[in-house]
């Protein structure tokens, strides 16, 4: 399996002559400003560059992985990250398609800004010739006043352009429309490129094409007030082949912080990649070269059966975000939930993962019988059908096959006092909690 990008390690996949022909390549480009300006820029120069991170919630999600790992490989490539997470445009939020955010408490979002900021921390390196720097707009945004704003830069934004901004006027023709809270968010996002340029030299603005109003209001700022050409890159929305929404799991987010979206559950997600996605998935989101990645792709045609590529990718993404040692503990509980291990080897952290991935009964202490069990947990439809399954030998707990209609659950086959799994035939897996 390969290995892991090290962020201390300068990407350098022969294939490519620089990271622009390699970040079209990946399919990362959906829209940019002039594309033949910023490919010399990046070729030539040494860009600062940024991305910006709101504490919307209490942690980054999915759709936020995709500018990470943009940021990372920027900097593999020589270029200086800023990360920014936005205390100031976090107490706002950014338009949504459908409806007003509801504002969150100064001390919610406080408490957001340091949880968001250590996760991006994560994809960057802070040594080296190029190292990352972070910041917080609240700390430009908090020193002016509503009459500042407004001369020094609500002047420099015509309204008739505001509104063409494709979420606004999405909103504007809704029953809902917009407040000025939520249109003014445009010009914030702005003054953000702005100050990053007056004292860092930021020259790039990378972002989701969704954001693509949000980004060119901040290089059209930049050139109106400082007479400066800038760039913004923005990344595709990333699609399921059979028209989906990529980033949800049973309906809910995929969220980055391993207390929202466990290890476990984290790599099932990657695992369970469509044949039809995997190649462009190992594309966005792992650091594997075009030749590994091409392999994996013809191997992927001619044997899927094997999952491959998708074994890689799990093991990719999964370490990129929660390291080795929890990627490695993951991969066991996923093959000892298959009767391809030990489950008494998995920790109580582990396999509650796992109990919350799958159907579950929760049931008060004591003996319970096993047939019982498998209609509790929907693996049965009925008592007689639980009956046939054991007596057919069909029923397994904790990978041991169960003998007789009557057998049952006691405490001492718990393992960690409160957790058993039960599978029918190969496939049909449910956990049992017992005790709350």
């Known amino acids: 399996m390969p290995n892991t990008t090290d962020l201390t390690q300068q990407h350098n996949d022969p294939s490519f002559a620089n990271v622009w022909q390699e970040l079209q390549w990946r399919g990362l480009v959906h829209v940019s400003t002039d594309e033949a300006a910023l490919e010399r820029a990046l070729s ?17 999600h999915l759709g936020h992985l995709v500018q990470l790992l943009l940021m990372r490989r920027l900097q593999l490539a ?6 920014l997470v936005g205390g100031s445009t976090g107490l706002i939020g950014d338009p949504r398609q459908t409806s007003e955010r509801v504002l969150n408490s100064k001390e919610t979002v406080a408490q957001w800004v340091e949880l968001l900021r250590a ?23 908090s020193q002016l006043s509503a009459i500042d704003f407004l001369r020094d830069i609500g002047k420099h934004f015509r309204v008739g352009t505001m509104i063409k901004k494709e979420i606004v006027a999405k909103r504007l023709n809704s029953e809902e429309g917009i407040s000025y809270t939520e249109f003014s968010y445009q010009i914030l996002q702005g003054l953000d490129y702005l100050n990053l340029y007056r004292d860092h030299g930021c020259t790039l603005q990378t972002g989701g094409s969704d954001q693509w109003g949000n980004l060119t209001s901040g290089t059209d700022l930049v050139r109106k007030v400082e007479g ?7 990344t595709p929305l990333i699609t399921n082949s059979d028209g989906t929404k990529f980033g949800k799991s049973e309906g809910n987010a995929v969220w980055l912080d391993p207390e929202l979206t466990s290890p476990y559950a984290f790599y ?32 992927t045609a001619e044997e899927p059966y094997k999952r491959e590529a998708q074994k890689v990718l799990a093991h990719e993404v999964n370490s990129l975000v929660h390291g080795v040692e929890a990627t490695e503990k993951a991969i066991a509980a996923s093959a000892a939930v298959f009767g391809r291990g030990e489950l008494t ?16 009964a929760r ?32 029923a397994y ?24 799994l039960l599978r029918r035939g190969k496939k049909h897996l449910a956990a049992v909690v017992v005790g709350g």
């Open 78 to 83: 020589g270029h200086r990250p800023i990360g």
């Open 228 to 234: 400066a050409s800038v760039h913004a890159i923005g």
């Open 363 to 394: 049931v008060g202490t004591g003996t319970h019988q096993v047939a019982d069990l498998l209609v509790a947990t929907g693996l049965a439809e009925s008592r007689s059908a639980a009956r046939r399954t054991l007596k057919e030998g069909g």
């Open 397 to 420: 707990l904790n990978n041991q096959k169960v003998a007789g209609e009557d057998a049952e659950l006691d405490a001492g086959q718990l393992l960690h006092g409160r957790y058993a």
């Open 345 to 360: 080897d998995l920790d109580a952290g582990t396999l509650d993962a796992v109990a919350a991935e799958l159907p579950t």
């Open 44 to 60: 030539e120069e040494k860009v600062t560059y940024y991305c910006g991170f709101d504490p919307t919630a209490a942690s980054l």
């Open 268 to 299: 099932q997600f990657w695992l369970n990649t469509a044949d039809a996605d995997v190649v462009d998935r190992l594309k966005v989101f792992t650091f594997l070269t075009r030749e590994e990645i091409e392999e994996l792709a013809r191997r």
């Open 119 to 141: 996760q991006v921390e994560r994809f960057l390196s802070f040594e080296g010739e190029n190292p990352a720097v972070m910041v917080n707009n609240l700390d430009w945004t």
